[in-house]
């Protein structure tokens, strides 16, 4: 047999690998398609708390408005801007019917790592849970359907359980904030061992990427908590003392619905 000839021969292939035993190459995951903005638009505006946080900017934009005396009492548009805001606050009500049903599934949903954990979890979602659940009753009671005698004091036992929810809420996501930071570390320092044997660490970069997005979330979450806090605050003290000025509130007022806007824009 020519030399030539036996050494370019291509080898027989193996019997031993079927289709089954073959390996398997790493699939690459399909590219992701952006939305659009009409299309994300679309999925925002149909949760409630879309169009409930869009009617919070439009409200409380009003407020600033008409608390920093730039239109005149007197004129036709403020009197009118004044029964829009009005208007407004009432159907933002009819937006909270059932929702107290969202706090009790995130408590049943929960996990508890400590007793302090379990008490101020109950405080968050027992305390905001009520606030959904009496807000019902001041609606309807505005809307004309119940008897409005008792509307100061449903609106006393609100703010009272909203500013409590507030309490629990702020210290729950406190401690989130505390976990996300050591998670932080310890992808820092896995990192830097990475550099110094000179292996690869793409995925570590995008986890510490990610976490330092829903860390910045999770801030402007406590931010909103305090606006809505003091606005709480506001309506248990029947708007006075400093911290009750008009001008004050409607900010916060705005700067929470302004935040709330992001997270859920964010998230659908």
């Known amino acids: 047999m020519d030399s030539k000839t036996s050494t370019t021969t291509d080898p027989s292939p193996d019997p031993t690998i079927t289709p089954l035993t073959a390996p398997k190459l790493p699939s690459r995951p399909p590219p992701t398609k952006e939305r659009d903005f009409l299309t994300h638009l679309e999925v925002y505006l149909a949760k409630r708390d879309g169009v409930d ?3 919070k900017i439009s409200r409380y934009a009003s407020k600033i408005i008409l608390a920093s005396s730039v239109l005149p009492e007197s004129l036709i548009l403020a009197q009118r801007l004044k029964k829009f805001e009005s208007s407004v606050g009432l159907s933002r009500k009819a937006f909270r019917l059932g929702k107290f049903v ?17 008490i101020f979890s109950v405080i968050a979602y027992g305390g905001e849970g009520l606030y959904y659940f009496v807000e019902q009753f001041v609606w309807l009671a505005k809307a004309g359907l119940i008897d409005d005698k008792h509307l100061k004091y449903l609106g006393k036992i609100s703010a009272w359980t909203e500013l409590i ?10 401690r ?45 979450s406590i931010v909103q908590d305090f606006a809505d806090g003091l606005m709480a605050l506001a309506d248990i003290r029947d708007a006075k003392g ?27």
């Open 53 to 55: 946080k869009l009617l």
């Open 102 to 118: 969202q706090d009790i599934n995130a408590f049943r949903n929960s996990h508890f790592d400590s007793r302090e954990e379990l």
């Open 165 to 174: 929810g507030y309490v629990g809420s702020i210290f729950l996501k406190f």
């Open 176 to 220: 989130d904030l505390k976990k996300l930071n050591e998670e932080e570390i310890c992808l820092e320092s896995t990192i830097d061992v990475a550099v110094m044997r000179g292996i690869g660490y793409e995925q570590e970069e995008e986890r510490i990427r990610k976490m330092r997005e829903k860390k910045l979330m999770k801030k402007l």
């Open 242 to 268: 400093r911290l009750s000025a008009p001008i004050l509130v409607s900010s916060a007022g705005l700067l929470s619905a302004l935040i709330s806007t992001q997270k859920n824009w964010t998230s659908c």
